[in-house]
């Protein structure tokens, strides 16, 4: 092989793990002719945007990188329920509708920060008859490889460039991560999301509020002890409604969603002990385990951090919602089970196209 060629096979090689760019339309070609018909891989600046991909491992990949977090992220996310309230509400939103058993069979979502499918393969609890219509979109390669394999339609793009076509999507979401996207190309994707929708289609971005509780878990638990740190801005209501107007969007309006972490379990201790755990795996919270921790001590560690951070007043946005939202973590007994539940309020805008 000569060395061009060679190095040309080897670039493409690292798009997923051990799979270029050709056996991926393959496979897609294969199993999701409508996904198939949608991507663009020769779109201008693809080449160079493929490049770049090739050179990124962000710490959501693996758990043996340095300040990687992935596997760990990844186990968390078999707990399929404990943040369903707020994804439902996302889909509610990107859908237009009240019940999302009235979303049509045919509608066709992109979530932008996909990581493993989380979204997809809630939408498949919540609204069956979309069967393969939320694509799973990400930038790191075990995530999408972890989707594919788990029978999802999925690529790997960065959200500031999307090889897909433009108007086919009914809705766009960015969501459980956007504070990832560096500010200055928030710009950039808020346009990618605008281009790819249908006309009437709706843009959903998810974050949490910069200063309040639900982002101090981020800078004063999560950047303190994650393996990984957590040195990213949160969003204001302010900034999504620019963004949202800077693409071209309509009708935009920001709300406030509660969001929570729920775990259900047959006692107290493993309703909070599993929330814990799940809390540690999904950020990466590494720093708490000295040598001389025990896993209950880290359990307990962790549910005081939540108690410290997710405190909230009438100011944040959950005055009007009575009892439905809780303003501190707290452990109830339900029927035969335990529920363990930490509050979370997250700002969610949307446009339409
Ligand atoms: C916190 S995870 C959320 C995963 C999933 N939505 C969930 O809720 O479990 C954020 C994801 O965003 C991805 N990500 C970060 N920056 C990205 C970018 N520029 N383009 C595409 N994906 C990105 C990461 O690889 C990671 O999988």
């Known amino acids: 092989m000569k060395v061009r060629p060679l190095l040309r096979a080897l670039r493409d090689s690292a798009y997923l793990d051990g799979i270029d760019v050709g056996v991926y339309l393959d496979v897609v070609r294969e199993q999701y002719p409508q996904l198939y ?10 080449q160079q945007a493929l490049k ?14 340095r300040n990687g977090r992935g596997d760990s992220y990844r186990r968390a996310q078999q707990h399929i329920a404990v943040r369903m309230t707020g994804i439902r509400k996302l889909f509610e ?24 499918g989380l979204l997809t393969r809630a939408l498949r609890v919540l609204a069956p008859q979309v069967r393969d219509g939320v694509i799973s979109s990400d930038i790191a390669r075990t995530m999408v490889t972890a989707a594919l394999t788990a029978g999802l339609p999925a690529i790997r793009q960065d959200a500031r460039f999307l090889f897909m076509r433009a108007a086919t999507m ?42 309040s509780p639900s982002a101090r878990w981020f800078s004063e638990a999560v950047h303190r002890h994650s393996v990984a740190g957590h040195p ?7 900034e ?16 406030r969603v509660y ?19 799940y809390l540690r795996d999904m950020y990466g919270l590494r720093g708490l385990d000295r040598c001389d921790e025990t896993r209950e001590s880290v359990r307990a560690r962790v549910w005081q951090l939540c108690e410290e951070c997710f405190r909230f007043g009438p100011e944040d946005g959950g005055a009007d919602h009575g009892d439905a939202w809780l303003r501190s973590p707290a452990v109830q007994r339900v029927g035969g089970q335990w529920i363990a539940e930490i509050p979370r309020v997250a700002l969610v805008g949307v446009g339409e196209k």
């Open 240 to 255: 999504l409604r620019r963004g949202l107007g800077a693409a071209g969007l309509r009708g935009i309006r920001v709300h």
């Open 170 to 211: 009914d809705a766009v979401i960015l969501a459980y991560g956007s504070h990832h996207v560096p500010p200055d190309d928030r710009t950039t994707v808020f346009l990618e999301a605008a281009r790819v929708l249908r006309p009437g289609g709706r843009f959903v971005v998810h974050d949490f509020e910069e200063g």
């Open 52 to 65: 770049a991909l090739a050179q990124v491992f962000n710490e959501f990949e693996t758990d043996d990188r």
């Open 259 to 277: 969001d929570p972490f729920v775990m259900r379990a047959a006692t107290r201790e493993d309703a909070v002990g599993q929330l814990a755990d």
């Open 232 to 238: 990213y801005r949160h969003f204001t209501a302010g």
């Open 37 to 46: 018909a949608e991507l663009d891989f020769g779109r201008d600046g693809a």
């Open 93 to 116: 939103l990107a859908g237009g509708v009240q019940d999302l058993r009235d979303l049509s069979p045919t509608w066709r979502a992109l979530d932008l920060l996909a990581g493993d």
